[in-house]
Every structure is written in C-alpha cells, then in structure tokens.
C-alpha cells in the first residue's frame, strides 16, 4: 500500500517536473523581455531629454545679441 503511493507519487512528480520547467522557462523570457522593453523606453526617453536639451541650446544661442567686434 505505502509502496504504491510512493511510486505514484513518484510517477506524477516525473511528469509534473518537464511542465514546471516549461513554465519556469516561459517566465524566464516574459522577464528578459520585459526587461528589454523598459531598457527600449528608457532609451527612448534618453533621446527625447538629449534632444530637447539640444533645441534649448541652439534657441539659446539664437537668443544672444550679436555681438559686434
């Protein structure tokens, strides 16, 4: 009796594992991808901020007099 539920419990534990590891495995890309994606938005935004302070610097200059030597 004890031996069949070891071996039972044994059997089902031999196919539950593959499935937790594809599980496992599905996660582990659904974060690396995540991941990716806010390292693209955080690049994204890094541009933008580079861009505006670039259009700030040439009004900037644009807005000092002349000078005249």
């Known amino acids: 009796m004890i031996e069949s539920s070891i071996k ?3 059997e089902n534990w ?3 594992v593959p499935n937790y590891e594809d599980r496992l495995s599905l ?3 659904e974060i690396e991808t995540t991941k990716m994606m806010q390292l693209l938005e955080t690049s994204k935004c890094n541009l933008l901020c580079g ?3 670039s259009d700030r610097s040439l009004s900037n200059l644009k807005l000092d007099p002349v ?3």
């Open 67 to 69: 000078r005249v030597n």
């Open 51 to 53: 861009l505006k302070e």
């Open 27 to 29: 996660m582990m890309k």
């Open 8 to 10: 039972t419990k044994h």
């Open 14 to 16: 031999l196919t539950d």
